[in-house]
């Protein structure tokens, strides 16, 4: 094939087939070590980190103290493709971005590659679009050594066939993803604000800094200072099945893990499941509507999520707790104050120190919380419930554009 199977009707000539390195100026090249710190030069410098960011956002990028004469080919200029050399996960592996600011006094870390575009050969930002693309990554990956961590270098990536349009129709791929990537970032951007201003509200209200009226404007009652355990029917985590993943099915009774909850909800995405005759045999831990479930070890302890009205049957392994509240304690209203920053200090006031974090159940009995009355419960989860749909809405518009920016990759692109 010499033509993707969408392509703008102005152009109908034939690709040229180049590599990764026949593409740039110098080869690929590695960068330099490094420490946070800053000078009268003001330099900044390119890390891993900055890579997985939609733009290489000069204002994300740390200082260095370091004198720029002594750094002159590790100099970053607009137009500069990287790639990291590392990554816990193969899937990471040669992830690339493109620095397209103009401020000059940058240098890259070593733990990254560069590769400087040929502007005479190939639009930066039409390469670095290639580059993240299904077949491009499936190239890196085959490429890639795997150890302790995943590993890739220089001449492992310079050999990538890159397919070549004319520079006109590289320019107008470019500028059409531009405007694409240009809606996604803000998009994502409407979801961090929300997410944000949520965040601060639920540190408000759950404080007692902003307080809710009843329906004649008269205030509620004080809130009453009291231990979790004397609002719980049930507090409980399930067991690793004996066997573990290799009794896992394809169907059966859903087994919630940590990775499964969020405050958004309950992702099945990578869901497992048990046999009927191992959920019975771990009928403790079995999963009831309006459950609050909390993730009590590893690094998302302290997530949490309510459990659907119209869940169907499940169960949860060791690293997630049931919280089944008694009436007097609304168990949305119980999810959001564990989620907001009081219920957070609650959770983390016992890790600090610890190499290794956990939750046991004595902890959680014996947090202190603050609970309204009823019905002021029910009106602050009701009005916080509003604000989750707002944010679930919006993420998965976010999830759409995303979405059909990889279709259109994969039609643009050979």
């Known amino acids: 094939m010499n033509a993707p199977t969408l392509r703008f009707k102005e152009f109908s000539e034939s690709y040229k087939i180049n590599t990764l390195k026949g593409l740039g ?38 200082y260095i103290n370091l004198q720029m004469k002594n750094l002159g080919s590790y100099r970053v200029i607009k137009g500069d493709i990287f790639f990291t050399r590392s990554s ?62 995943t590993t890739i270098g220089q001449e492992d990536i310079s050999y990538l066939p890159i397919p070549t349009p004319s520079l006109s129709e590289q320019q107008k791929i470019a500028d059409f993803f531009t405007l694409l990537d240009q809606r996604i970032e803000k998009q994502h951007e ?117 459990v659907p009205m119209d869940f169907p049957k499940a169960n949860v392994n060791q690293h997630v707790c049931i919280i089944r509240t008694k009436p007097s304690l609304n168990p949305s209203f119980l999810k959001f104050y564990l989620e907001s920053p009081v219920g957070q200090k609650l959770i983390f006031q016992d890790q600090a120190g610890q190499t290794r974090e956990a939750l046991n159940l004595a902890q959680i009995r014996a947090f202190k919380v603050y609970v309204p009355s009823l019905k002021e419960q029910k009106k602050i989860a009701l009005f916080l419930s509003v604000m989750d749909r707002k944010i679930n809405f919006e993420t998965q518009k976010l999830q759409q554009f995303q979405q059909q920016k990889q279709a259109l990759m994969q039609q643009m692109f050979i």
Request: glycine share 8%; charged share 25%; with cysteine.
């Open 25 to 62: 100026i110098d080869g690929i090249k590695n960068g330099i070590q490094n420490k946070p710190g800053k000078n009268e030069e003001e330099i900044k410098f390119i890390n891993v980190a900055n890579l997985y960011s939609p733009n290489l956002n000069l204002n994300e990028l740390e």
């Open 190 to 306: 409407k979801v961090e604000l929300l997410k944000v201003q949520k965040k601060g509200l639920m540190q408000k209200i759950l404080s007692q800094g902003l307080r809710f009226k009843d329906d004649n404007g008269q205030d509620y009652p004080e809130w009453i200072f009291k231990k979790l355990e004397d609002y719980l029917i049930h507090l409980g985590s399930g067991v690793t099945p004996r066997g573990g993943s290799s009794v896992y099915t394809d169907s059966g009774v859903i087994l919630i893990r940590s990775q499964n909850v969020y405050s958004t909800g309950l992702v099945l995405k990578d869901i497992a499941h048990i046999s009927e005759e191992i959920h019975i045999k771990m009928k403790n831990s079995e999963v009831l509507p309006s459950d609050v479930l909390l993730n009590i070890t590893g690094a998302s302890i302290g997530r949490t999520t309510l």
């Open 88 to 149: 816990l996960k193969l899937e990471g592996i040669a992830h690339c971005n493109v620095y397209l600011d103009d401020y000059e006094n940058i240098i890259f870390d070593d733990h990254i590659m560069r590769l400087r575009p040929n502007t005479k050969l190939v639009n930066p930002i039409y390469l670095r679009n290639y580059c993240l693309t299904g077949s491009a990554r499936k190239y890196f990956m085959s490429r890639a050594k795997t150890g302790t961590m």
